[in-house]
């Protein structure tokens, strides 16, 4: 056989795309219709898990392959769908045999080892709330979402607890359990008690009558930062699975036969609505590496693996590109259908990069953790336009809005115009509130939209271009992180009385974290004290979150009440005018 006609064969047994006429698909979508394919009656139960395992077995998927786990190591696990609902259904025995009750907060500071993943399905199961942490914070962002979060056990590994959570473990009264993933035997009694996960789990029957959570149940909590104060607790509930089932369709193109690899860390948002639950409502197969990334692993995993469908982030298609075509070269990567990317800006050569190196562009997406799931997104049957982040997602409204001195909302019609990215409120992956923090979540919404704090500018055509953020977060790396957690950390050194934070611009992590710092009385700036505030801040935070540089400036940029202007920092610090004064007002109201 010719070239040609292999080329032609192959591309013969390429599914056809779900999504192949997305005006006619949106105007005919609705998400009760998506509930009852997932086999929702009005009124009757909702839980995210039961449709993951449960419903799977029931449509003769118990022994299909639902997890690869690729450890570290080198070594390989497998569980099928039956085996994962087992595994689950263990964890769900185990935390109703602790009394850990309905609507009650399970964290999760783990590494991505399938303990990880059983857990956070038995929560669901259990009805309790999961509530994932990234295992690079440090004991401060840890300690302070567990507090919002109101913890009533998380589940860790050995050294993750030693370091990051029992020196301040007395402080959490209400957390009642600590579980460790590792260890060989429980340890101690009284407030400072730990349980070792597998010999709990081994005792526990591996059945397990799921509880009759409702579509709006609270079934997930995630944490994002803001540009001030605290954390904040995004609630998630049940219903949201109706959305990420409609968007692994749609947005991911998942088959019944797709090998699909995210990834992103559960830590994160994407790697818990993609990375757990989207692939198991499909009943496809996933697979979970433990590694964190090596280009030649990669590479490895998804030539040996066969993967179909691929998730990533720009940061690490950057470091690929870095390395250059040739070492892609070295693997078939045929099996590849359909690669996607969220998170930060996906340059266009990325785009192009991908259809040259694996055959197919990447089909960049875009969402945050307040959405869910996948809002706007390039879709497999439509031509990727590079740069742009797609075409809304059957079900949801976008639109680009402008906000007036008196709080008003206006709707920019006129393409090309950049201002506020907005959505219509009502998806079921839509945040139900900031945990404790009302007011907050009230000001998200105005004139009938939510607003995003992102700016972008929609063509002529009606596809959305990334244009920036409207508020001073950083993304790093593909973290989103608040300068004021950053700051916060800095000022609780003895010789630190003001600091800011901002994003400098870096050709592979997107953004790097800078703090600027001004000194109290009687210390001086030098490169031993700067060492000494890196150090601080890493220790504090996590290598994830700290500042990479840190100056030092006799005082920093102020409005007139006082607030510190970060912009005015960063358009000095890349050499930019620093705009007009009204930006920096406006600056000042938000
Ligand atoms: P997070 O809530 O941590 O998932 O971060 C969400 C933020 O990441 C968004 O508000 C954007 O600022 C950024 N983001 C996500 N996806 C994209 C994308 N495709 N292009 C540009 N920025 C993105």
Redesign the pocket.
């Given at each position: 056989m010719d070239f040609a006609t292999i080329e032609k064969n192959a591309s013969a047994l390429r599914p056809r795309p779900n999504l192949t006429n997305y005006r006619a698909t949106r105007r005919v979508f609705s998400y009760e219709a998506v509930r009852r394919e997932l086999g929702w009656q009005p009124g009757g139960d909702f839980n995210i898990a039961f449709l993951a395992l449960e419903r799977q077995i029931d449509r003769g998927l118990g022994d299909k392959l639902a997890l690869r786990w690729l450890g570290r190591d080198g070594s390989q696990r497998d569980f099928t769908y039956a085996a994962l609902d087992a595994e689950a259904n263990r964890f769900a025995n185990l935390l109703r045999g602790l009394g850990v009750g309905r609507g009650e907060r399970v964290f999760a500071l783990a590494h991505r080892t399938p303990a990880l993943y059983a857990a956070a399905l038995g929560t669901l199961k259990a009805g309790a709330v999961f509530c994932p942490l990234f295992s690079q914070f440090g004991p401060e962002p840890i300690r302070a979402r567990m507090e919002i979060g109101d913890a009533a056990l998380l589940l860790t590994s050995e050294t993750l607890y030693r370091r990051k959570v029992e020196p301040w473990r007395r402080e959490l009264p209400g957390l009642r359990h600590v579980l460790l993933t590792d260890a060989e035997a429980d340890a101690s009694t009284g407030a400072g008690a730990t349980i070792a996960l597998a010999p709990a789990l081994a005792a526990q029957p591996d059945a397990f009558a799921c509880a009759d959570t409702g579509p709006e149940d609270m079934a997930l909590l995630h944490f994002?930062s803001g540009t001030t104060g605290k954390p904040k607790g995004v609630i998630h509930v049940h219903d949201a699975a109706t959305h990420h089932y409609a968007t692994g369709r749609f947005a991911l193109d998942l088959h019944a036969d797709d090998v699909f690899w995210c990834t992103a860390d559960p830590g994160?948002?994407?790697g818990t609505s993609y990375g757990i639950l989207a692939p198991l409502l499909h009943g496809v197969t996933m697979i979970v590496d433990e590694a964190e990334f090596e280009a030649e692993r990669w590479y490895g995993i998804l030539q040996d693996q066969k993967v179909t469908v691929w998730y990533t982030a720009?940061t690490a298609i950057r470091m690929l590109m870095r390395l250059g075509a040739e070492v892609a070269a070295g693997y078939d990567l045929s099996a590849l259908r359909f690669p996607a990317?969220?998170?930060?800006?996906?340059n266009p050569e990325a785009v192009v990069w991908g259809k040259e190196v694996l055959g197919t562009p990447f089909h960049?997406?875009?969402?945050?953790?307040?959405t869910g799931g996948i809002m706007?997104a390039n879709f497999a049957a439509l031509p990727v336009r590079p740069g742009s982040?797609g075409l809304p997602l059957p079900g949801i409204e976008a639109g680009i809005v402008e906000r007036g001195e008196d709080g008003s909302v206006t709707e920019i019609a006129e393409p090309d115009r950049p201002g506020e990215l907005a959505l219509r409120p009502g998806w079921p992956s839509m945040m139900r509130g900031y945990l404790h923090e009302e007011a907050r979540y009230e000001k998200a919404f105005a004139g009938g939209w939510y607003l995003?704090?992102?700016l972008a500018r929609r063509d002529a055509d009606g596809y959305y271009w990334?244009v920036g953020?409207a508020d001073d977060?950083i993304?790093t790396s593909?973290?989103?992180i608040g300068p004021f957690e950053v700051e916060s950390a800095l000022m609780e050194h003895p010789a630190v009385s003001e600091a800011a934070v901002i994003g400098l611009p870096d050709p592979v992590a997107g953004e790097v974290v800078k703090a600027f710092v001004a000194l109290k009385p009687g210390f001086a700036a030098g490169d031993a004290l700067a060492k000494e505030l890196l150090g601080h801040a890493r220790k504090r935070l996590g290598a994830a979150v700290a500042p990479r540089e840190i100056a030092f400036r006799s005082d920093l940029p102020k409005t007139r009440s006082g607030k510190i202007l970060r912009r005015l920092l960063k358009a000095r610090e890349l050499g930019l005018e620093a705009g007009d004064t009204s930006t920096l007002e406006s600056d000042e109201k938000r």
């Open positions: 994002t994160w948002v994407t720009p990317s969220v998170g930060e800006p996906l960049d997406n875009w969402w945050q953790t307040e706007i982040m995003t704090g992102d990334f953020r977060m993304k593909g973290h989103l």
